[in-house]
């Protein structure tokens, strides 16, 4: 198995810097052989979402400079993932090396499911995990099959999860809807950002959450935040971290 290059997303780096060591820790305990390029920096995702797209090609272009050198990227993020898979082609179309980082840069979840085919996590998480489907992860990644498509249902972060001896997932009512957080759209719509985030605590508090997990940190970030408000009894976790075992 080739030496993976490990993208670690600037959110994570500076506010939850765990998640990135789980991420390593995870890879590595799979038997991948993985390098933390020290050079790296922010995708460049939310100046795009902002539209100043001056300001974000000079860092995709710092991207494809530094993990052009890997056969595959691996990245504990969504979002992240989809702006090198579907929204740098504007930035690097035709750029040597840009086709095949692109094809080559996975979610974490998605690495392990589908490239390193991790079937049984081989360690102990006993708790009632709600599952936060992140929308970049299932709607431009496709992580899961989701409800609004018709075809075989699939769902390759649960699928991990349930791997895990004594886990006990439990499905919100609304398994794929929104938390309202988008990145820039918290900050320009908070009023609305705020409604959905709770809308989607509750869901996951009637459906019996302990646990609260999802595959995008900024998702947790924002709903961590409400929680801590509104005096909510919830842990958050990285998938990333839950699938290391209990802790």
Same mark, same amino acid.
């Given at each position: 198995?080739?030496?993976?290059?490990?993208?670690?997303?600037?959110?994570?780096?500076?506010? =939850?810097?765990?998640?990135?060591?789980?991420?390593?820790?995870?890879?590595?305990? =799979?038997?991948?052989?993985?390098?933390?390029?020290?050079?790296?920096?922010?995708?460049?995702?939310?100046?795009?979402?902002?539209?100043?797209? *001056?300001d974000a090609a000079p860092l995709a272009?710092?991207?494809?400079?530094?993990? !052009?050198?890997?056969?595959?990227?691996?990245?504990?993020?969504? !979002?992240?993932?989809?702006?090198? $898979?579907? =929204?740098?082609?504007?930035?690097?179309?035709?750029? @040597?090396?840009?086709?095949?980082?692109?094809?080559?840069?996975?979610?974490?979840?998605?690495?392990? =499911?589908?490239?390193?085919?991790?079937?049984?996590?081989?360690?102990?998480?006993?708790?009632?995990?709600?599952?936060?489907?992140?929308?970049?992860?299932?709607?431009?990644?496709? #992580?899961? !099959?989701?409800?609004? $498509?018709?075809? @075989? @249902?699939?769902?390759?972060?649960?699928?991990?999860?349930?791997?895990?001896?004594?886990?006990?997932?439990?499905?919100?009512?609304?398994?794929?809807?929104?938390?309202?957080?988008?990145?820039?759209?918290?900050?320009?719509?908070?009023?609305?950002?705020?409604?959905?985030?709770?809308?989607?605590?509750?869901?996951? *508090?009637?459906?019996?959450?302990?646990?609260?997990?999802?595959?995008?940190? !900024?998702?947790?970030?924002?709903?961590?935040? #409400?929680?801590?408000? +509104?005096?909510?009894?919830?842990?958050?976790?990285?998938? +990333?971290?839950?699938?290391?075992?209990?802790?």
């Amino acid at each position: 198995m080739p030496t993976v290059g490990l993208f670690v997303p600037c959110y994570v780096d500076q506010l =939850h810097p765990r998640v990135g060591v789980a991420a390593l820790r995870l890879l590595e305990r =799979h038997g991948v052989k993985v390098e933390f390029p020290p050079e790296q920096t922010c995708c460049g995702q939310p100046m795009a979402n902002s539209g100043c797209l *001056a300001d974000a090609a000079p860092l995709a272009e710092r991207f494809l400079r530094i993990f !052009s050198r890997y056969e595959q990227v691996v990245a504990p993020s969504g !979002s992240c993932v989809s702006m090198v $898979r579907h =929204h740098y082609d504007g930035f690097l179309a035709g750029r @040597p090396g840009f086709d095949r980082l692109k094809e080559n840069t996975f979610e974490l979840c998605e690495y392990l =499911h589908d490239v390193v085919g991790v079937r049984e996590a081989g360690v102990r998480f006993p708790h009632v995990v709600g599952l936060h489907r992140a929308c970049h992860g299932l709607r431009e990644l496709r #992580l899961g !099959s989701g409800t609004e $498509r018709r075809v @075989p @249902p699939f769902d390759k972060v649960k699928a991990l999860l349930d791997s895990l001896d004594g886990i006990r997932v439990v499905e919100p009512s609304r398994p794929d809807e929104c938390c309202g957080f988008g990145g820039t759209f918290a900050v320009n719509e908070e009023a609305v950002s705020c409604m959905m985030g709770k809308d989607k605590l509750a869901d996951l *508090a009637q459906a019996g959450a302990e646990v609260v997990a999802s595959a995008d940190v !900024s998702c947790l970030m924002h709903l961590d935040g #409400l929680a801590r408000r +509104a005096g909510a009894k919830f842990r958050f976790m990285h998938v +990333a971290e839950v699938l290391l075992g209990e802790q």
